[in-house]
């Protein structure tokens, strides 16, 4: 059974920098591509970041572009999302997602696709 924890969520001043980790276990890790997904309040899911099994490539969205490194432990089975530069709109709940890496390029995100962990919350304010 696929079992995704995020944790490391927490809270954070404009600016500064948080670092998410998803623990997987149920499923051969380094076969799967992964992601991050985030819902702010009041808004839909969007993607943040993919990355194929191998850990050598990866896909950043529009919100994580330039901020946001995903990266991951094929020994651990641990995915990371070290946000740095952080602004009050990456305010959300974070996801860690097992998913098509085509789906994350290509498909708004939803939560009948793939497999979800409960998410981890993260809240940027001064």
Excluded at 28 to 50: C, H, N, T, Y
């Amino acid at each position: 059974q696929v079992h995704l924890v995020e944790s490391g969520g927490s809270s954070a001043q404009p600016g500064g920098s948080l670092r998410l980790s998803c623990a997987a276990s149920g499923f051969i890790f380094s076969d799967s591509a992964m992601a991050w997904a985030r819902q702010a309040p009041g808004k839909e899911l969007e993607w943040v970041a993919g990355i194929y099994g191998d850990g050598i490539n990866d896909y950043q969205a529009p919100p994580a572009k330039g901020r946001f490194t995903i990266s991951r432990d094929n020994v651990k089975n641990i995915l990371y999302l070290l946000m740095d530069n952080v602004t009050p709109d990456d305010t959300a709940l974070y996801y860690c997602v097992k998913i098509d890496l085509t789906e994350v390029v290509t498909s708004r995100p939803q939560r009948d696709r793939g497999t979800w962990g409960q998410g981890t919350q993260v809240t940027v304010s001064s």
